[in-house]
């Protein structure tokens, strides 16, 4: 009979004095993985935070391993059983790989004395859980998944009860991923549980054995990953949410007489990529999945003026295509929108009509002088947003409303092409809904869309041509599916 570990009933979490988390319920079991899906970021950030043990509950009830938990020691207990791993290192850059695994732990005295006190432990971990520690450089040099997996090593070496993933999926591969869940498997045999906070993706339904759904802060349902259909979950997260304003600016379909190429890469190689090439037409989507990071940096550093080809060429518009950086790109007519676009490219001191009319000062001359010119795109605008949100900064702005925000920009701006780079890599059911409704704006009004995908559950997303890189060179789906699940 398995025992229970973790329990929270009725539990409320505020943030600035207001109530995010209004009803959470969940129990985790020992050596059981449970996933966590939300329709909203804040309220996936703030469960992360009180797992952390940085936001205590406010009503509610908590139990670990059977013994109930006060608000006193709720932050020591937390913080001494669960270990959250994320896009942020916590290892220190300073330290060893084995320094840094037995900081804290009890498998080497508190004050090491010299490195033959890591001999025995790690064999042991080693042996316990099939890894080769001493293949790691150090912290410094790790990669995104080997960084993953090592943490992981550490809190199973600080005898943590718990590892919670965060939203893992934004920055590793489908491969590396598969090599984490293998680890993670591992050390549910020792009775490790595991707690699975994601964007709404398959991982849930793999990693997990039951997921919470939570809605508006409340704890909508507990459910078995293995006998849910994906499209009910999804259909109840989505349920009953209209904007109050129309999301997608009032435009018809931009029809051409004529087929016409708007970029194109002619057998363009570089130290990764081997005549690599592709073209796409005004007004349509391509996805580019890439399969390592070196060739999905490649393709955005040429694109972005920050890397030279080595051979070949890239046209725009039949055109030469040579920058040197992101603002003469931006002039020749080529747009990126970064990942987590609403957190990294609004500026904080402006208002939303600013920030969405900044790039629009550039092109236009006099822009901030012509008032009725600013009137026309401030009505413009009211028809998508709350006349209020615009004047408001975007730290008072709901992330959807951010979301589109970031890409009306480059709507009003109306370049040739627009880069997307992992448009759908955030948790919010909401925000990634409205990516794809502002691609398709882009889209309508003849804009060109290249999207940089790293995850092959994101491929289907948006109607589009699909390519897939692996090591630089353009391989078939086929091939993709052989490299993911097949012998690699």
């Not at 849930?204 to 009910?232: A, C, L, P």
């Not at 051409?256 to 990764?272: C, L, N, P, Q």
């Amino acid at each position: 009979m398995k025992k229970e570990l973790l329990f929270v009933e009725n539990g409320s979490i505020f943030n600035n004095g207001v109530e995010i988390i209004k009803s959470l319920y969940f129990n985790l079991f020992h050596g059981d993985s449970l996933g966590f899906v939300f329709d909203n970021a804040l309220e996936k950030n703030i469960l992360v935070d009180f797992l952390k043990g940085k936001k205590p509950l406010q009503t509610g009830k908590i139990a670990f391993e059977n013994n109930k938990i006060s608000t006193e020691n709720y932050e020591k207990c937390f913080e001494n059983n669960i270990s959250v791993i994320e896009r942020t290192s916590k290892l220190i850059r300073s330290l060893s790989v084995e320094e840094n695994i037995f900081l804290f732990s009890s498998y080497v005295p508190r004050y090491f004395v010299s490195k033959h006190a890591f001999e025995i432990p790690i064999k042991e971990i080693e042996n316990k859980l099939g890894i080769n520690l001493r293949k790691y450089n150090s912290p410094v040099s790790l990669s995104e998944k080997d960084r993953v997996i090592l943490e992981m090593v550490k809190a199973f070496a600080e005898r943590k009860k718990i590892i919670a993933f965060s939203n893992i999926t934004s920055f590793l591969k489908e491969p590396e991923l598969d090599e984490v869940y293998t680890m993670m498997k591992k050390m549910r045999q020792f009775e490790m549980s595991f707690l699975i906070i994601e964007a709404f993706d398959e991982i849930i339904f793999r990693w997990s054995d039951n997921f919470v759904i939570i809605k508006h802060g409340k704890t909508m349902g507990i459910v078995n990953s293995k006998n849910v259909q994906s499209d009910k979950v999804f259909e109840m997260l989505l349920r009953d949410e209209t904007e109050k304003k129309n999301p997608v600016a009032p435009v018809n379909n931009v029809e051409y007489d004529e087929w016409t190429s708007e970029i194109e890469f002619d057998h363009v190689s570089t130290e990764v990529l081997h005549k690599f090439s592709f073209t796409v037409g005004r007004g349509e989507v391509v996805k580019i999945y890439y399969m390592d990071d070196a060739s999905g940096n490649h393709i955005l550093e040429l694109l972005k003026g920050e890397r030279k080809a080595e051979s070949g060429n890239i046209r725009i518009e039949g055109e030469c295509y040579s920058v040197s950086n992101m603002s003469q790109a931006i002039k020749r007519g080529v747009g990126f929108i970064e990942e987590f676009a609403y957190e990294n490219k609004l500026l904080g001191n402006l208002t939303a009509f600013e920030n969405i009319s900044l790039l629009l000062g550039e092109k236009v001359p006099m822009f901030w002088l012509r008032r009725r010119f600013r009137k026309n795109i401030r009505n413009f605008l009211d028809a998508a947003f709350d006349a209020a949100d615009l004047d408001k900064k975007p730290e008072e702005i709901q992330p959807v409303d951010l979301q589109r925000m970031a890409y009306y920009k480059w709507y009003l701006y109306n370049p040739k092409v627009v880069v997307c780079i992992r448009p759908f890599a955030q948790e919010d059911v909401h925000v990634r809904e409205t990516t794809v409704l502002m691609i398709e704006m882009l889209r309508n009004r003849g804009i060109t869309v290249i999207i940089l995908l790293s995850a092959f559950s994101e491929i289907d997303l948006v109607d589009g041509e699909n390519i897939f890189v692996h090591n630089g060179t353009v391989i078939d789906e086929d091939g993709v599916y052989q490299f993911l699940y097949g012998g690699k």
